[in-house]
């Protein structure tokens, strides 16, 4: 969980547009840096697969010991 929504948080600015740089007409009482479209579902699937990947990863380190931490440390 922590893996996604770091990345969320990474994803999210992506291709982030205002109503004035899109070139629409804002809403009474909409913010000035309030998207326009902020494609949130495409967002969520690209996180999603993105944290899946860097899970496997960590799981696979993990699980297969690749990294031999206490040899890493000169303690085995």
Excluded: H
């Amino acid at each position: 969980m922590m893996i996604y929504m770091v990345i969320l948080f990474c994803v999210l600015p992506i291709g982030v547009k205002t109503a004035d740089e899109a070139g629409e007409e804002k809403l009474p009482g909409q913010a000035d840096s309030a998207p326009s479209n902020p494609r949130l579902g495409f967002k969520f699937l690209l996180c999603f697969g993105i944290s899946s990947v860097i899970f496997g990863i960590y799981y696979v380190v993990g699980t297969y010991d690749l990294l031999n931490v206490p040899g890493l440390l000169g303690r085995g």
